[in-house]
């Protein structure tokens, strides 16, 4: 990897998200040599993934460099690489582009989506996990509107029209409402000769409520936000398969769609290696002490997503949230400095819940803060603050501010282009016995 030998210890962060940039950040001005592995060049701001897919942003607006980010730390290092396997007794790294040996290993690779082992679904449904991912499903959801002028048979019509959220997190709910604005504002204008009013967007939830991991007051507003705006939420209704067609789930309810998006949930995204009986939890998470550090492994770290702490407050870990990624990263990059001083007060991690948000549309939010909780214009406004704040570089944040007031003011989407068109896979014998 042309990664120069030093005397200083090396400190390998896998991942380049949320928690491996902040502890990246702490650790590069020190007298450590830190290499940063990622299969992407960039950092993704994800919860803004939703607005790339729905046309209201351009994907270099919520990405930035990771080589940017961290450019002005002679000790740091970036290698766009794919990580194949870890190997502890040698402190070894392997990957795509060759191995790489470490002093200290950090596991911050985040999630993917959790298909609950269904192929079928997991084959024919579309996922936001990515920009990628994210384009793809705008490219569909731009091409099913063309096809839907091109047919004659209102059913194929229906089907075209009709988009189906697998979900009521925030993704599911912001995705909902973005949707619901393409239907009042972009789709009459767009395709005058088409009957926009056909056109469904359908939320299904497992539990008895969307946004159950918010309060009650802020899941009942969403609900009465986006029923106002149209959209259909069914509850307590468990999706089972998904052919490509035909939504079926636990009752007789089924829905005919071209798009069925799979918000569902999330699991860890896994690296071989490490010894799964001892560090393995439910969600393919890892099993770290209050100092994040991986089962019996002294040098070997998870942060983030990846990573499970189980404790009184938080018997199943804590929430796969952005802010409990960057203050993990802060406090293992605390952490790990006092160990390479030969210290041994480390600080066990204790996460300070800021509060939750969800937008649901224009002028509609939710937020929870641990001391208040509000609804409607001021939440919206104070969620867009927020989200503003939080992205990485000047010109990022400029990009999509100007892009939220031409919306805002032009009730407009003008990134709903298919730049390039998505193809739908078609299904395997495999997927179809696994399916069944």
């Not at 290698?79 to 190997?87: C, D, E, G, T």
Request: net charge positive; aromatic share 10%; glycine share 8%.
């Amino acid at each position: 990897m042309n990664i120069p030998q030093i005397t200083t210890p090396r400190v390998v962060i896998i991942g380049g998200g949320f928690a491996g940039i902040a502890l990246a950040k702490k650790l590069a001005k020190q007298e450590v040599q830190v290499v940063m592995l990622d299969k992407h060049n960039y950092h993704t701001f994800q919860p803004l993934l939703y607005q790339v897919s729905t046309g209201g942003l351009e994907p270099d607006s919520i990405a930035y460099p990771i080589r940017k980010i961290l450019s002005r730390y002679p000790n740091f290092y970036f290698r766009l690489a794919k990580v194949a396997k870890i190997n502890p007794e040698a402190k070894k790294v392997e990957t795509d582009i060759g191995s790489l040996k470490y002093d200290y290993l950090v596991l911050a690779t985040g999630s993917k989506t959790n298909f609950f082992g269904n192929k079928e679904i997991e084959l024919n449904s579309m996922i936001m996990k990515t920009v990628p991912e994210a384009l793809n499903l705008r490219s569909l959801i731009l091409q099913n509107f063309e096809k839907a002028l091109l047919t004659d048979s209102l059913d194929e019509q229906d089907a075209l029209l009709n988009f189906v959220i697998v979900g009521g997190g925030p993704t599911g709910v912001e995705l909902a409402g973005a949707l619901a604005e393409i239907k009042k504002g972009i789709l009459p204008k767009d395709y005058p000769d088409l009957d926009t009013r056909r056109a469904q967007i359908n939320i299904v939830q497992s539990s008895e409520r969307v946004l159950d991991g918010m309060s009650e007051v802020a899941s009942r507003k969403a609900e009465e936000f986006l029923e106002k705006m149209g959209v259909n939420i069914w509850k307590d209704t468990l999706v089972t398969g998904y052919d490509g067609d035909i939504v079926r789930t636990n009752s007789d309810l089924t829905f005919r769609t071209a798009t069925m998006i799979w918000a569902a949930g999330v699991e860890g995204d896994l690296i071989d290696g490490l010894k799964s009986s001892e560090c393995l939890l439910p969600g393919n998470r890892l099993k770290v002490n209050e100092f994040l550090q991986v089962g019996h492994y002294e040098n070997i770290f998870a942060i983030g997503d990846i990573a499970c702490m189980i404790s009184e407050d938080y018997p199943r870990g804590h929430p796969m949230v952005a802010q409990v990624a960057i203050q993990q990263g802060n406090n293992l990059g605390n952490n790990l400095l006092k160990i390479l001083g030969k210290k041994t007060d480390l600080k066990p991690f204790v996460y300070k819940d800021k509060g939750t948000m969800a937008t649901i549309g224009r002028n509609k939010a939710v937020v929870d803060l641990p001391s208040w909780k509000f609804q409607g214009f001021f939440a919206w406004f104070v969620w867009m603050f927020v989200h503003l704040l939080s992205l990485i570089g000047f010109r990022n944040r400029a990009i999509v501010f100007v892009n939220w007031v031409y919306n805002y003011i032009r009730f407009d989407r003008a990134a709903r282009l298919i730049i390039r068109p998505y193809k739908k896979k078609t299904r395997s014998k495999d997927v179809e016995v696994a399916a069944q």
